[in-house]
């Protein structure tokens, strides 16, 4: 009877073993299919450059986005993105999908350098996100002031 009770112990241990190594095959498999990362696409703002790009600021998350450039840069406004974007671009990468427009805030006196980084394209470098819908651009990556670590607050 002892005996007969092991083997009953063992095959249900190798049965549950099994049903979570399968599960957690079906858990790996299902994220190797979905490579892409969440992020919000939702627009905050838009703003067409001099050359009728349409340019969105989505809300994103912490690595691009209006999330990510309000939280460590400071940017909290869309009137500091869409005054650089209401320009040419000053620099262009990666046949004209990667963007860069430069401005100046000026308030008392004060003045800082800015920087808006887009994607106008499809698809982020790594291909990790993907603009919604057919003609979807990313858009804004990031926007920071040069030579501070946090935009000043008057920006905003």
């Given at each position: 009877?002892?005996?007969?009770?092991?083997?009953?112990?063992?095959?249900?241990?190798?049965?549950?073993?099994?049903?979570?190594?399968?599960?957690?095959?079906l858990v790996a498999t299902s994220a190797a299919a979905d490579s892409k990362a969440a992020w919000n696409?939702?627009?905050?703002?838009?703003?067409?450059?001099?050359?009728?790009?349409?340019?969105?600021?989505?809300?994103?998350?912490?690595?691009?986005?209006?999330?990510?450039?309000?939280?460590?840069?400071?940017?909290?406004?869309?009137?500091?993105?869409?005054?650089?974007?209401?320009?040419?671009?000053d620099k262009r990468s990666d046949h004209q999908r990667n963007l860069e427009y430069w401005g100046s805030a000026i308030h008392n006196g004060r003045q800082v350098d800015f920087v808006v980084k887009v994607r106008y394209a499809k698809e982020t470098d790594d291909g990790r996100y993907t603009a919604p819908g057919k003609k979807g651009k990313i858009g804004v990556i990031t926007a920071y002031c040069r030579g501070v670590k946090k935009c000043p607050s008057w920006v905003n």
């Amino acid at each position: 009877m002892h005996q007969n009770a092991t083997t009953i112990g063992r095959r249900a241990g190798t049965i549950a073993l099994t049903a979570v190594l399968c599960t957690l095959g079906l858990v790996a498999t299902s994220a190797a299919a979905d490579s892409k990362a969440a992020w919000n696409t939702h627009e905050k703002c838009v703003q067409k450059d001099w050359e009728d790009r349409r340019i969105p600021t989505r809300m994103g998350n912490s690595e691009l986005g209006f999330i990510h450039l309000s939280r460590p840069h400071n940017i909290t406004s869309c009137k500091l993105i869409n005054a650089a974007l209401n320009g040419k671009p000053d620099k262009r990468s990666d046949h004209q999908r990667n963007l860069e427009y430069w401005g100046s805030a000026i308030h008392n006196g004060r003045q800082v350098d800015f920087v808006v980084k887009v994607r106008y394209a499809k698809e982020t470098d790594d291909g990790r996100y993907t603009a919604p819908g057919k003609k979807g651009k990313i858009g804004v990556i990031t926007a920071y002031c040069r030579g501070v670590k946090k935009c000043p607050s008057w920006v905003n």
